[in-house]
């Protein structure tokens, strides 16, 4: 899934996302850190990887085996454990992100968030 180049157009869209949501971002400018944006409001912040997928994600597919690379690189990013860290996903057809809270050994598909306006229609 990190395979080639940074999905630029995609983070982009996933500024206005944000936005859309109330929060306030700030562009990752440091090659070496693999995360994209880092978005922030009074009441929280979070730290946000964006990928795109070109295919229809599986319902039954595992995030720990479709986004194992991507994982890896969030988890080891050296931010302090508190500070939540999420994946925003999304496939070249769909106009609805994905919001992935990575956690330690675990991976939570962001259903619903009453504070950010959320909804899901993917989630399981």
């Known amino acids: 899934m990190t395979r080639g180049q940074k999905p630029v157009a995609m983070i982009g869209e996933a500024k206005k996302f944000a936005e859309q949501m109330g929060y306030r971002w700030q562009e990752n400018t440091?090659?070496?850190?693999?995360?994209?944006?880092?978005?922030?409001?009074?009441?929280?912040?979070?730290i946000v990887r964006?990928?795109?997928?070109?295919?229809?994600?599986?319902?039954?597919?595992?995030?720990e085996d479709l986004l194992k690379d991507d994982l890896r690189i969030v988890r080891a990013l050296p931010f302090p454990h508190w500070v939540p860290k999420e994946i925003w996903l999304r496939t070249q057809h769909e106009r609805n992100w994905r919001r992935l809270r990575i956690y330690p050994e675990s991976v939570g598909e962001i259903g619903w968030w009453k504070p950010d306006g959320y909804t899901n229609p993917y989630s399981r």
């Open 50 to 63: 964006v990928r795109q997928t070109r295919y229809r994600i599986d319902p039954e597919s595992f995030y």
């Open 30 to 46: 440091q090659a070496d850190l693999g995360y994209d944006l880092f978005i922030f409001k009074p009441e929280t912040a979070c």
